[in-house]
């Protein structure tokens, strides 16, 4: 079965501290891509890496950093967490580009 | 540019009744379209999908057509059940690279 696990469900951090959110998908997809859901907003796109080593920047990528050094492991980075990044953050994977994608259950993020 | 609008939430139906959840986009080129649904405390899952006009997706009772001439994808389904509460997602792939862009969801709850 399709597996994208997230390290975190729920995670409070301070504002000014370094965040890492971790993804691990076990079906050797190529694609991973985080995404960021708030109300009203729908899903948008921070970054995707098509390969190891590999990233692109979404359509929202400022305050955000992505580490992709084994094929299965995809590591969502805030630098320096501000309130304004509170959110709920879904890794997906997917085979090829214009595969279907599976998402992880969402890590909910809380900066105080 | 691309987007996708959805109907506003939440749809409060009772158990056996019609849903429509309208979806509209603009896009350039021909674009992929997608319903997602994400459960209570899950990540999304793929619904159904349609990848060329007057397609017609389907899925657990599901159906959307793909509607070049309206720029529509509008959910269906005849007979809702409580277990159909959830978020629905209306998405969109652009031609190139597997990137999805979403509408801002609509959520459906189904009192018995």
């Known amino acids: ?6 390290s975190s469900r729920y995670l409070v951090k301070r504002t000014g501290e370094k965040v890492f ?4 998908q076990d079906m050797d997809h190529e694609n991973m891509f985080w995404y960021r859901q708030d109300p009203g907003l729908g899903l948008r796109l ?3 890496s098509y390969d190891v080593k590999m990233k692109e920047k979404g359509d929202i ?3 955000y950093s992505v580490s992709r050094e084994k094929k299965e492991r995809f590591s969502l980075i805030l630098e320096s967490a501000s309130t304004n990044q509170t959110s709920m953050y879904l890794c997906a994977s997917s085979f090829r580009q214009s595969s279907e994608q599976y998402f992880g259950p969402g890590t909910r993020l809380t900066v105080t | 540019g691309n987007s996708v609008t959805q109907m506003e939430g939440p749809v409060t139906l009772s158990e056996e009744a019609f849903l429509t959840i309208n979806c509209t986009y603009t896009a ?3 674009p992929s379209l997608f319903w997602y649904v994400q459960y209570p405390g899950e990540g999304l899952q793929l ?3 349609a990848t060329k006009a007057d397609d ?3 899925n657990k009772g599901f159906e959307a057509t793909y509607r070049k001439e309206t720029t529509s994808f509008h959910l269906e389904k005849g007979s809702v059940q409580v277990s159909d509460s959830a978020v629905y997602f209306c998405a969109l792939r652009r031609n190139q690279g597997g990137k999805l862009i979403f509408g801002q969801g609509t959520e459906l709850s189904v009192k018995p």
């Open chain 1, 1 to 6: 079965d399709v597996k994208v696990t997230q």
């Open chain 1, 21 to 24: 959110l971790e993804c691990v």
């Open chain 1, 46 to 48: 921070i970054y995707f």
């Open chain 1, 61 to 63: 990528p400022e305050g």
């Open chain 2, 28 to 30: 350039t080129g021909y």
């Open chain 2, 47 to 49: 619904l159904l999908k």
């Open chain 2, 56 to 58: 017609k997706g389907s």
